[in-house]
């Protein structure tokens, strides 16, 4: 899948598109999902245009890598979620129901979750 400049996560990057803003550093953006499925549900994004978790691996700077993954941890701490615990989700693909084509991580909490998955097929 190649990577598509006019989504909407780069749309919001770009300012074309407002966000409710939680967090945001060189490498990384956080908002509130607009559609939450979780008392707390943030999106973590990195700021580099990358479709998957298989493409930033491959493609993003170490310090892009490690930028990301200590904003997910901080906006989990900062929204209060750690004591409590909390998921986070990112779905690659058609198979794993990515909707928007730019990687990004759920950052789910607030409540107990449920199981992490139900019975496929």
């Keep these: 899948m190649a ?20 967090y945001e550093d060189e490498h990384s953006l956080a908002f509130h999902d607009i559609n939450p499925q979780a008392p707390v549900h943030i999106l973590v994004i ?15 700077s170490e310090a892009e890598i490690a930028g990301f993954f200590r904003a997910v941890a901080k906006v989990a701490a900062d929204a209060g ?27 789910f909490g607030g409540a107990p979750l449920g199981r992490m998955i139900g019975k496929v097929g």
């Design 46 to 60: 990195p700021k580099g245009p990358y479709v998957s978790m298989a493409d930033f691996g491959a493609s993003a």
């Design 81 to 107: 979620l750690v004591e409590t615990g909390y998921r986070i989700l990112a779905n690659t693909g058609r198979h794993g129901n990515q909707e928007v084509p730019h990687f990004h991580v759920h950052i």
């Design 3 to 22: 990577y598509d400049p006019n989504n909407v996560f780069a749309r919001i990057l770009r300012g074309e598109i407002p966000c409710k803003k939680v």
